[in-house]
């Protein structure tokens, strides 16, 4: 029996169909139709082979006739792994529009210590990026909101996972992401339908997304002050630059309202035949290099603010030790004269010293005192005239 090589219609998988056959079964998406023994026209093919930067077969999708595409960054959700995580945006001739974002790695982070809660933190010294984790609930309207804005009355409610697309492409990303996070996953999927006003206008629409996550969560990095101050100054050495949980996809479709359910169909084709071509992850290794060099110089720079950190705590610490050395020899010379002036004051006397520093001691009656030899003479206002022989000894205060 002679087969003849076909792509699937829906999801561009390749197929051998027996000769004389007139309908086929696509073992990867499920989709079934008829084949035509003579075409009088060509027939629309409307999975496309996308072509990015001068990359070949960079994505594959599903385009759906007299709609435009383009490639569009994900600036919202920007992988650890891959800076390069550029996303689908599909547009119909009536205002629908579908969205893919791909998958992305991210490290659960909220920096701590300056009460800052945000989802998204860059590290600019590492070039590690991080992105809070969340559960699905959360995620979905908060990525519903990343993506088409500021939103009011926005309601979701689960959708059809039509012959479980959804829940495969799930599946391998978590067995991908056990490899990528070294270590068991917990993970969910969900499609959802959703309905919301912007700018005063109803929309409606699908969502699909799948999140995986490391089962025991690290320790938060954050919340506390110290922390804070260190992350910042540099004295931490290198980040862990370490992944624990990550996003499979992001498919969305968005349509006026009322209008959703029309493409249903068309969301679950564009949800099977999207998928990575090889130019996709060569992309992302030149990043995974590109982000290891950042972290190499990161790292020596946070060596090297560590080592000036020690350096100049050393040194305060030295200055800090003479301060208070000096200042125990200054109390102590306090607490000596105290001791000698309450003695003085007990015996009712006062000290003097020669030239020479030797003290003696006289009654507190005498201001003045005068020496000459081992004689001393003392005097009340110091009016008394005894030659040059004699000479003034000094109060010690």
């Known amino acids: ?9 829906s999801c561009g998988a390749a197929m051998r169909v027996p000769d004389g056959a007139t309908r086929v079964r696509c073992n990867y998406c499920g989709t079934e139709y008829a084949l035509s023994a003579k075409r009088q026209a060509p027939e629309y093919n409307p999975v496309k082979t996308i072509r990015y930067k001068g990359r070949e077969e960079y994505l594959y999708t599903y385009l759906p006739q007299n709609w435009t595409l383009r490639v ?33 790695y991210f490290q659960d982070f909220t920096p701590g210590g300056f009460g800052i809660r945000q989802n998204y933190y860059l590290d600019g010294l590492s070039g590690t990026r991080y992105r809070r984790r969340v559960d699905m609930g959360p ?17 979701l409610e689960p959708a059809d996972d039509k012959n479980g697309v959804i829940r495969r492409r799930a599946d391998m990303f978590s067995r991908d992401a056990e490899k990528v996070l070294g270590g068991a996953t917990v993970g969910n999927y969900a499609k959802v339908k959703f309905s919301f006003l912007r700018n005063g206008s109803p929309y409606s629409g699908f969502f699909a997304t799948a999140l995986t996550g490391l089962r025991q969560r690290p320790r938060s990095q954050g919340g506390d002050f110290l922390q804070g101050l260190l992350n910042l100054g540099g004295m931490m050495g290198m980040p862990a630059a370490k992944a624990d949980w990550g996003r499979a996809f992001d498919f969305a479709l968005l349509a006026p309202a009322g209008s959703a359910d029309r493409y249903a169909d068309v969301f679950d084709s564009f949800c099977t035949a999207t998928r990575y071509g090889q130019s996709y992850y060569d992309m992302q290794n030149e990043e995974v290099q590109n982000v290891r060099q950042i972290q190499l110089q990161g790292a020596q720079y946070r060596q090297q603010n560590a080592i000036n950190a020690q350096r100049q ?45 030797r003290e003696f001691q006289a009654n507190v009656g005498y201001d003045h005192v005068y020496q000459r030899g081992s004689t001393f003479v003392g005097s009340k206002d110091g009016g008394v005239d005894l030659g040059p022989d004699w000479q003034e000894l000094k109060r010690k205060d």
């Open 1 to 9: 029996m002679d087969f003849t090589e076909v792509k699937c219609r």
């Open 313 to 357: 705590l050393h040194c305060t610490m030295s200055e800090t030790t003479d301060i208070i050395n000096s200042g125990y020899e200054e109390r102590s010379r306090v607490m000596d004269r105290m001791d000698r002036k309450y003695s003085e004051a007990v015996r009712g006397v006062n000290t003097y010293t020669d030239a020479s520093g």
């Open 139 to 155: 995620y979905l309207s908060e990525r519903l909101q990343e993506l088409f804005g500021e939103l009011h009355n926005l309601r």
């Open 72 to 104: 569009i960054e994900d600036s919202q959700s920007f992988s650890m792994y891959a800076a390069v995580c550029n996303g689908l945006r599909l547009d119909s001739p009536d205002h629908a529009q579908m969205l893919f974002y791909p998958f992305a």
